[in-house]
């Protein structure tokens, strides 16, 4: 079975750092994108950035480029998303999505989503 | 790059058909035949209905189509049933050299 595995929950203070993950399983790993999805509470998605595990080819939004860093490490199938200094703006779902080569095919597999609060 | 305008909200009673508008600019939705659209039920990750503005992936069932006029994309259900109930988001690449991608605000199907 194809699958994105998310890390669980966190809750964080302002100003800590925090790396989520995510976990293919069931494919190959380096053949597809890996994109991060936010969805802040009670809001709509916003494409955060995509990376591609083969080389670490990473591309971010321009709303989010500086704020977050994509990794992905290829020998464990997982792609990671970091913050170095989190914000109580940060508060909100993640989620992570396969996306293939061509992007007509848009974001075929999505992890189940990781919470994240930052709260005082 | 702004996000894609959706309606906030539709309804239709079961049987019925509605349609969900998505629209962009010549820099995004107009320009790439590149659409997608995904369902979103309380609680749960998205789930994508429609890729390459038209297609189905797998599983998906029939009673789902897309289609894209200018710098407009469209979802129809038809024949609604009570599962449709769910947020719609579409999505487009906004090709650049940065290689950005947008979703629509979403909209809220509630099926009456």
């Known amino acids: 079975e194809v699958q994105l595995v998310q890390s669980g929950a966190e809750v964080k203070k302002p100003g800590e750092s925090l790396k989520i993950s995510c976990k293919g399983s069931g494919y190959s790993f380096t053949s597809y994108w890996i994109g991060w999805v936010r969805q802040m509470p009670g809001k709509g998605l916003e494409w955060m950035g995509i990376i591609y595990p083969a080389d670490s080819d990473t591309r971010y939004s321009p709303s989010f480029q500086g704020q977050v860093t994509i990794s992905a490490d290829k020998s464990i199938s997982t792609a990671s998303l970091q913050w170095s200094s989190l914000k109580a703006s940060d508060t909100a779902m993640y989620y992570c999505?396969?996306?293939?080569?061509?992007?007509?095919?848009?974001?075929?597999?999505w992890g189940q989503g990781t919470t994240v609060t930052v709260s005082s | 790059q702004s996000a894609l305008t959706q309606p906030a909200s539709v309804s239709g009673s079961p049987g019925q058909s509605i349609t969900i508008s998505c629209t962009g600019t010549s820099s995004d939705v107009g320009s790439y035949n590149l659409v997608s659209w995904y369902q979103q039920h309380p609680g749960k990750a998205p789930k994508l209905m429609i890729y390459e503005g038209s297609k189905r992936p797998s599983g998906v069932s029939n009673r789902f189509s897309g289609s894209k006029s200018g710098n407009t994309a469209s979802l129809t259900i038809s024949g609604l049933q009570a599962e449709d109930e769910a947020d719609y988001y579409c999505?487009?690449?906004?090709?650049?050299?940065?290689?950005?991608?947008?979703f629509g605000g979403g909209t809220k199907l509630t099926v009456l």
């Open positions: 999505c487009s690449y906004a090709g650049n050299s940065t290689f950005d991608v947008v």
């Open positions: 999505a396969r996306q293939p080569l061509d992007l007509a095919y848009g974001m075929d597999v």
